[in-house]
């Protein structure tokens, strides 16, 4: 049994690496509730390169413009992807706090849930972030 291999279309068309599925968040138990985590393995890692950033501060002012394109469209790809992350984990853990019982007692405790439901817990959260700066 040992010396059969366990993927043998393998040796024909090797295993598409992307097709595997990696979830955004994670839901554990904390104490009595259950909270929706992020995944680390599922964030895209990305970040300016700091070589690049010391070479436009060091540039020529003509050299500049192309470059600083560049940077600021890096500087927004961060930042959006920011963003996504963040966007992600709030719906999750909007869906999380109204499906509890789903998470303790399985697929006959799952209630119904709207998308507006979650969009209109998502614009009270902000709403009333921002009133509080």
Same mark, same amino acid.
């Given at each position: 049994?040992?010396?059969?291999?366990?993927?043998?279309?393998?040796?024909?068309?090797?295993?598409?690496?992307?097709?595997?599925?990696?979830?955004?968040?994670?839901?554990?138990?904390?104490?009595?509730?259950?909270?929706?985590?992020?995944?680390?393995?599922?964030?895209?890692?990305?970040?300016?390169?700091?070589?690049?950033?010391?070479?436009?501060?060091?540039?020529?002012?003509?050299?500049?413009?192309?470059?600083?394109?560049? #940077?600021?469209?890096?500087?927004? #790809?961060?930042?959006?992807?920011?963003?996504?992350?963040?966007?992600?984990?709030?719906?999750?853990?909007?869906?999380?706090?109204?499906?509890?019982?789903?998470?303790?007692?399985?697929?006959?405790?799952?209630?119904?849930?709207? #998308?507006?439901?979650?969009?209109?817990?998502?614009?009270?959260?902000?709403?009333?972030?921002?009133?509080?700066?």
């Amino acid at each position: 049994m040992r010396s059969l291999d366990p993927r043998p279309g393998a040796s024909f068309i090797p295993p598409d690496p992307t097709c595997y599925i990696v979830a955004d968040v994670l839901v554990r138990r904390v104490g009595k509730r259950w909270v929706a985590l992020p995944n680390s393995e599922a964030a895209p890692r990305v970040r300016i390169n700091s070589a690049y950033a010391r070479m436009f501060r060091e540039s020529r002012y003509r050299d500049r413009t192309l470059m600083a394109h560049a #940077l600021q469209e890096a500087r927004w #790809l961060v930042r959006n992807l920011e963003q996504r992350d963040t966007t992600i984990q709030r719906v999750a853990q909007a869906i999380v706090a109204r499906q509890q019982t789903f998470f303790d007692y399985g697929a006959i405790a799952l209630r119904p849930l709207m #998308l507006s439901e979650i969009a209109q817990e998502l614009d009270h959260t902000t709403a009333s972030t921002d009133a509080a700066i």
